[in-house]
Nanobody, 122 residues
Framework: QVQLVESGGGLVQAGGSLRLSCAAS??????VAWFRQAPGKDREFVAS????????HYAESVQGRSTISRDNAENTVNLQMDSLEPEDTAVYYC?????????????????WGPGTQVTVSS
């Protein structure tokens, strides 16, 4: 059974940092991504990483402030977020695809975690 579980969310002041983790079980995925969804908004792509850690993609909104990484031995994918802004407030989801190419489209991801809340206060 495939399972993704996020952790590391919480409340932080603007300018602060958080490190989100996604623990995967059941299989190893070629591409894993982070998405986020704020109240009343569509789910949006944040970052993705390939199986070897070399294929990295970031949304423009987090470029330069976030770093995605993975540990295949532990089957975890992490998202380090720095210089957080109130606009980063959202539920953050880890997602994995069976496709061999990365994508920013939520519909192409097969497995999703339940999400972790990130709240950035001004």
């Amino acid at each position: 059974q495939v399972q993704l579980v996020e952790s590391g969310g919480g409340l932080v002041q603007a300018g602060g940092s958080l490190r989100l983790s996604c623990a995967a079980s059941g299989r190893t995925f070629s591409h894993v991504a982070w998405f986020r969804q704020a109240p009343g908004k569509d789910r949006e792509f944040v970052a993705s990483i390939s199986w070897n850690g070399l294929g990295l993609h970031y949304a423009e909104s987090v470029q330069g402030r976030s770093t995605i990484s993975r540990d295949n031995a532990e089957n975890t994918v992490n998202l380090q977020m720095d210089s957080l802004e109130p606009e980063d407030t959202a539920v953050y989801y880890c997602a994995a695809t069976k496709l061999s190419l990365p994508s920013s489209r939520p519909s192409l991801y097969d497995y999703w975690g339940p999400g972790t809340q990130v709240t950035v206060s001004s």
